[in-house]
């Protein structure tokens, strides 16, 4: 098991490296030079981006229970088309994960049927209802990487703080979907404008930034990892930014639709549109902007939420929240924020790589010698159509459908061996 990806741009965060060069894999380990021989496979990467492997630290995977939706072997199936090689599933499938069993039961599924490498995320509170805390220790022993009740906050304050006085012995991030209900209650979409032009309820931006300050002020008093999901206000932004400056154990993650799209996309009432947080305004869109170009938010995750045909075509107020993200990710990124000079392209791979797997603690995001190899190529110029019919996720609830990508995952590499070719 011999391979050799051939004059490639390495862009390797963690070293600093960006440089053309070869990679040497032996074994599914990236390795020093060695003389190919006739077994070796060659891998011509010239003009295109050699990268480690993405980590997708915000997927619902939806199993066990909503298989209707999306499975494992799915949803890890669209990861790998979509350039990542490794997923972090949140806990509320049916049951909710927030058992030992559960989490076990994630691994084994994901070593059995799984594309990418999976890391099941537990749940804060038993059945994610927010009244006490789940069984922590010992999902972390079954292999929980973090802890979250994503889709559901956790409003009960002390609750949160004991949460995170545990996370904190465990040695786990809290990611905190944060959402004050009381401020939220009834909303579709972003309160503005337009949900008064649609006769929407909407969902004001301090419904979110009430919970991220509560939560950084439980982060810096408890010394517990915190990591913010789904941030999508300038408040939000502004409070991160500040909380790193005190130097809070505080990271943040933006969503390709957050950082694309506003609440304009939900004209006509379109419920691929409708998700949670909801998008925001323009004055949003550019705060998320400014927060990954200065480092404020650290990762780019997907929030991939599918949902059915028809639970999506129905009235905008009875359809779920949610969209898919694993498929055009990458590609938003790349026309959105590196062909714009936003960010450079070392600084996209480190928010798809190295960022998501140091908060998450597990031994990927880089290319040096002895590393797993996990990679990610990319060409920067290949041009492409969404189109959901080609998605091999269940899912293909995406407002993206129509939008022209360019600079696309091309090879997907999982422990040496190739899961995914354009």
């Not at 301090?206 to 950084?216: L, N």
Request: aromatic share 6%; proline share 5%.
């Amino acid at each position: 098991m011999k391979l050799i990806i051939k004059g490639g741009r390495l862009l390797d965060p963690a070293s600093g490296r960006d440089e053309t060069t070869d990679v040497y894999v032996q074994d599914g380990i990236i390795c020093a030079r060695f003389e190919p021989d006739k077994s070796t496979e060659i891998v011509d990467a010239a003009g295109k981006i050699v990268a480690p492997g993405f980590i997708d630290m915000h997927v619902h995977l939806r199993e066990p229970g909503y298989e209707a939706k999306e499975t494992i072997a799915t949803g890890t199936a669209a990861a790998a088309r979509g350039g990542y090689t490794g997923v972090a599933c949140m806990p509320n499938t049916n049951p909710v994960a927030d058992n030992r069993f559960i989490i076990e039961f994630i691994c084994k599924r994901a070593a059995e049927e799984g594309r990418v490498n999976v890391y099941p995320i537990g749940a804060i509170t038993r059945g994610s209802r927010g009244e006490e805390l789940a069984e922590m220790g010992d999902m972390r022993d079954a292999g929980a990487v973090a802890f979250s009740d994503d889709g559901r906050p956790v409003s009960d304050a002390g609750l949160m703080r004991r949460a995170m006085q545990y996370c904190k012995m465990l040695d786990a991030p809290v990611i905190s979907h944060c959402e004050d209900q009381t401020l939220a209650a009834g909303g579709v979409m972003h309160e503005g404008y337009n949900s008064t032009i649609l006769g929407l309820k909407g969902i004001p931006a301090s419904a979110e930034e009430v919970m991220v300050a509560r939560d950084i002020i439980l982060a810096a008093e408890t010394g517990c990892p915190l990591h913010i999901a789904h941030i999508s206000t300038a408040g939000s932004v502004a409070l991160v930014r500040e909380a790193k400056k005190q130097g809070y154990p505080v990271t943040a993650e933006a969503t390709p639709q957050h950082f694309t799209l506003t609440d304009r996309a939900v004209t006509r009432y379109n419920t691929a549109a409708k998700v949670n947080p909801p998008l925001r305004g323009e004055k949003d869109v550019e705060a998320l902007r400014e927060g990954l170009a200065d480092g404020t938010i650290d990762v780019i995750a997907t929030d991939h939420a599918p949902h059915t045909f028809d639970e999506k075509n129905v009235e905008f107020d009875l359809a779920p929240f949610g969209l898919v993200g694993l498929e055009t990710a990458v590609g938003l990124v790349w026309t959105e924020l590196v062909h714009t000079g936003i960010l450079t392209p070392l600084q996209a791979v480190a928010k798809l790589s190295q960022h998501p797997a140091r908060i998450l603690g597990v031994d990927r995001g880089t290319l040096t010698e002895g590393s797993a190899a996990d990679i990610t190529i990319i060409d920067p110029v290949f041009t492409q159509t969404v189109d959901p019919e080609q998605f091999v996720g269940k899912g293909k609830n995406t407002p993206f459908a129509g939008r022209t990508l360019q600079g696309l995952p091309v090879i997907t590499i999982r422990s040496g061996l190739c899961i995914y070719a354009a």
